[in-house]
């Protein structure tokens, strides 16, 4: 069986040094990524790039799964798929599972009663989300990725220049369209247009 090799107070310590306070979405990313390690059967954080994770939002959150399980955006172990949610899927490139874990619909509620002594809503999830049992806290549904894991990676070195723009590509994420080369950008799946700057007219003495 999988394990978390540190404690949940270790975690949120670690988290909360990363933005100097400590609030309920970190830890709800905390316990994730602690519970991935049952769920997968892994030992957490991993010490390798076996674990492949997808948040769902940005912010305090990711930056608990990614104390929980060592996967970062910058080791290519952690992506953000930002549909505006508090969910993360928990990929075992070995194996191929995964599992998708939200919050319980119910974990608000409940949370004020395993934090009786706390002063508001906020304080109530702060606390009640730490002592809550895993399964009331949580749920986890086994998924199918839409891309494959391979896809997701990519391979290492591969370097290819959009035909339109000439800009570099890596990571395998260039677009073919009629045999031609195209980035993202320029087959028209892009997330900024340029802006055209008017040519300033010289005053006139």
Known sequence: MGTSQKTLEAYLQESSALHRHLCPRQVLGVRMGM??????DLNLPQTDKRLL???ETDGCFADGVAVATNCWVGRRTMRVEDY?????TFVDTQTGRAVRVIP??????EAHTYAPEARNRWEAMLLGYQRLPVTALLTAQEVALVTPVAAIVSRAGHRVNCARCGEEIINEREVIQQGVILCRSCAGDSYYRPVETATAVPSLP
Do not use: F
């Open 35 to 40: 519970w991935a390690a049952e769920l997968l």
């Open 53 to 55: 994770t997808i948040v």
């Open 84 to 88: 505006g949610k508090i969910a993360a």
């Open 104 to 109: 319980c619909s119910t974990a608000r509620q």
